[in-house]
Structures are given as C-alpha cells and as structure tokens.
C-alpha cells in the first residue's frame, strides 16, 4: 500500500460547524502533515507531526486542531471557521520523522467550502 | 525576495518540443531538492528527488547546483499528458517549502 487516503474528499460547512478531516496512511511512515492551498497559489505548510507528536505549528489559528491518534492516523479538526478558510486541506506523509531529506507524499485532498 | 523561485509560466509548447523549467532558491541551509507535478485539481505527485549529481528519469533530467543555489528540470519530447504545474520544492528542517509553480501546457 503506497497511498495517503483522505477523507471526506469534499466538506461544505458553516461557520459555527465542527467537522474533521482525516487522513491515513499504512507505508509505515512516522512524520504526517497538513497544508492548506488556496487556488493557483502553492501548499502551504500548518502541522507536522513526528512520531504521534506535534512538532511544527506554523503558527495556525486555533479553530484548527490537529490530533495524531496513532501511526497511521492524522485528523484536522475544525470549529468556527471563516469563509477565508475554503481551500484544498492536503494531508502527506514521509518516512521516518521529520527529516530535511525525506520526500513526502501527498494524499488526493479535501476540498472544503465555508459558507 | 521568495525563499524558490520559479519562471512564472505559462509554457505552451507544441508535443515533441524540450522545455526546461528553472527554480531558485534563497536559504542555503536548504538539504534536500525536489520537482512535483500538479495536475488541474489534485494534489502534488513527486516526480524526482535532485541532486548535485544530476539525476535522469527517462525522458526528465534534473540539476542541482549548490553554489548558485540553481535547480533545473528539462523535458524532452514532451508528450500531451505532460501538461501540468511543475513545483520546485525545497527541504528546510522537514518543511517543504514551494516555489509558486510553473504551469506547462503542450499542445498537439
């Protein structure tokens, strides 16, 4: 199994919703990320985990909330957000923790719409 | 100044041309250099790691070189499903950093 899955792959919500986003991958990887990519603009990093433990936050509001529950398994979990927030929600994962050298992989996205 | 670098594009070239793709980048403690394909959409697929060596993956050549802080790609015989946005990533201490892409369209 070669792939990052996400899920859901679209998500509308309203602002004073909570919905999460989730994220799997079985390579055996142990460093997992979430951006953000707004359109015709590159990803943008906002949370790495290595390891199961957060260790980059690129300074992300907090109505974003990410949560590593095991290995294989990363969630974004969001509450009151504003209609700026729509974007693509990209989840990749590397092999081994983070690492300068370690390409990463991308799951397919998940397209959100805050209305 | 951005941290990569790329021609703004678009490219639109006909199939069978050579097109090369050309990407700074400003931070020399960058260790790790890669070029990703992103179709219309979807999400950013590796296409090749790039070393100061040089590496070639069939009809793709990348470059990389350390002291100008230069990374290249060139296509050869480029073919229609060559259409795409070709990213310039660099490896910062585990953060990729994206350079804002170079959209490639080829034409029959």
């Known amino acids: 199994d070669t792939e990052v899955t996400q899920t859901p792959k679209h998500l509308v919500m309203g602002m004073t919703n909570k919905k999460s986003l989730k994220c799997e991958q079985h390579m055996g990887h142990r460093a997992m990320y979430w951006y953000k990519q707004k359109a015709k603009k590159p990803p943008e990093l906002m949370f790495v985990y290595s390891y199961e433990k957060l260790s980059i936050n690129e300074s992300v509001p907090s109505r974003f909330s990410p949560e590593c529950p095991n290995s294989s398994l990363l969630n974004l979990h969001l509450h009151a957000l504003q209609p700026e927030d729509s974007a693509l929600y990209l989840c990749?994962?590397?092999?081994?923790?983070?690492?300068?050298?370690?390409?990463?992989?991308f799951g397919p996205g998940t397209r959100l719409t805050v209305l | 100044r951005k941290e990569v670098e790329q021609d703004p594009g678009p490219f639109n070239v006909p199939e069978g041309a050579t097109v090369a793709f050309n990407c700074t980048y400003s931070?020399?403690?960058?260790?790790?250099f890669f070029w990703y394909r992103q179709d219309c959409r979807k999400e950013p697929k590796l296409l090749m790691s790039?070393?100061?060596s040089g590496n070639e993956d069939g009809r793709f050549t990348a470059q990389l070189n350390r002291a100008s802080q230069y990374i290249s790609l060139l296509i050869r015989d480029s073919k229609l499903s060559d259409s795409a946005t070709y990213l310039c990533v660099v490896n910062i201490g585990g953060k990729l950093i994206f350079g804002q892409g170079t959209e490639l369209s080829v034409k029959p």
């Open positions: 790039v070393y100061s």
């Open positions: 990749a994962s590397s092999q081994g923790g983070v690492s300068s050298y370690n390409e990463q992989f």
């Open positions: 931070n020399s403690a960058s260790q790790s």
